[in-house]
Nanobody
Framework: QVRLVESGGGFVQAGGSLRLSCAAS????????LGWFRQAPGKEREFVAA????????SYRDSVKGRFTISTDNAKNTVYLQMNSLNPEDTAVYYC????????????????????WGQGTQVTVSS
């Protein structure tokens, strides 16, 4: 059974940092592309960052470029999202997701690509 479990969310003031973790089990981690998505209250879920199966392609939504960093530790079956310079617009539930599918565009930004999802972790940024 595949499980993705996020952690590391919390409450932070604007300008602060958080590091989210997503621990995967029940899958061959190195074979999967991994993504982070978020959903703010009253809004649709949106793409945040992704890393390809070969770990050679990384993509971000424009609003987080230069502030967020996605990384993986294949030995720990964990994907991370380091979030710096947080602002209130980053407040959302953050989800990790995994897919075996290949996105030939390289962005891995489409929700429909992903088969497995975590339960989410709340990030709240105060002004």
């Amino acid at each position: 059974q595949v499980r993705l479990v996020e952690s590391g969310g919390g409450f932070v003031q604007a300008g602060g940092s958080l590091r989210l973790s997503c621990a995967a089990s029940g899958l061959t981690f190195s074979m999967y592309a991994l993504g982070w998505f978020r959903q703010a209250p009253g809004k649709e879920r949106e793409f945040v960052a992704a890393i390809s199966r070969g770990r050679d392609r990384i993509s971000y939504r424009d609003s987080v470029k230069g502030r967020f960093t996605i990384s993986t530790d294949n030995a720990k079956n964990t994907v991370y999202l380091q979030m710096n310079s947080l602002n209130p617009e980053d407040t959302a539930v953050y989800y990790c997701a995994a897919t075996l599918r290949t996105d030939y565009s390289g962005s891995y930004s489409a929700e429909g690509l992903y088969k497995y999802w975590g339960q989410g972790t709340q990030v709240t940024v105060s002004s």
